[in-house]
């Protein structure tokens, strides 16, 4: 039997000022893999202000997953990895193909978003000066998300059902509740529902509900409007930018 060690950050752990950010950003899909699995791993939390005491050769390409002696870095790529030891990558190569595509573009998109989230969520010095962009790329590539699920006809992304992706897209589409849950439910509950769905799995629902530290489900951080933002969420101005989809979501 393959013995797993996964190595990772500690968001809790990993600032002064980050109580209850919990476990929302790409090193967490692994976990939701493995447990969705059921296979055992052993892991190890490194508190990012002194993860210099761990091989530094590794420090820009964590988490880490030690398989048997064997090392592969990048969440994304340890991602795919177990998905496909584990039938979570489709059901054939095309649609795993297509997992892999749609996951790209989830990578790039959240990679700007986290521009601003991860300051409010206390993992990185503040930005506010980001906010637009934040609001505006969600406005923007949210309803693909929603086209993805419309398309496929199974409530997760993938046609056959649930796949490794739907782990990391539940996870941070939580995580913006947690930074936009006004937002999320006035125009994207179709996202919020998908992840519900995906956090309702009973290996999911086991693994989450026994760390309440590391994922606080109810925990939001209040949205702040200046005025004429809220006219627009009240339905008083309409944003032409935002996509016909967005609004019959």
Request: with cysteine; net charge negative; charged share 25%.
């Amino acid at each position: 039997m393959v013995h797993y060690k996964y190595i990772s950050y500690d968001q809790i752990k990993c600032s002064d000022d980050s109580k209850g950010v919990g476990g929302w950003w790409f090193a967490e899909a692994p976990r939701y893999i493995f447990h969705y699995a059921n296979v055992p791993y052993d892991e190890i939390l490194i508190n990012l202000k002194n993860f210099t005491v761990y091989d530094s050769a590794w420090s820009h390409e964590f988490p880490i997953l030690i398989s048997d002696g064997q090392v592969l870095t990048n969440s994304m790529k340890i991602s795919r990895h177990l998905a496909k030891q584990f039938g979570l990558n489709g059901k054939d190569d095309w649609e795993a193909a297509e997992i892999n595509q749609f996951a790209e573009f989830h990578r790039d998109l959240f990679t700007i978003l986290g521009t601003y989230m991860l300051p409010k969520i206390g993992l990185s010095q503040e930005a506010d000066s980001f906010k637009s962009v934040f609001y505006e790329n969600m406005d923007k590539y949210f309803p693909t998300y929603i086209k993805k699920l419309e398309e496929s006809e199974s409530g997760f992304l993938s046609k056959s059902g649930v796949s490794w992706i739907d782990f990391m897209v539940a996870n941070h589409m939580w995580a913006v509740r947690k930074v936009a849950s006004e937002t999320m439910k006035k125009k994207y509950p179709t996202l919020l529902s998908h992840a519900e769905r995906v956090f309702a799995l009973p290996e999911i629902k086991d693994f989450v509900d026994k760390d309440k530290k590391r994922y606080n489900m109810n925990e939001v951080i209040p949205e702040v409007f200046d005025l004429q933002e809220k006219r627009e969420m009240n339905g008083s101005v309409v944003d032409n930018k935002v996509p016909e989809i967005v609004l019959a979501a």
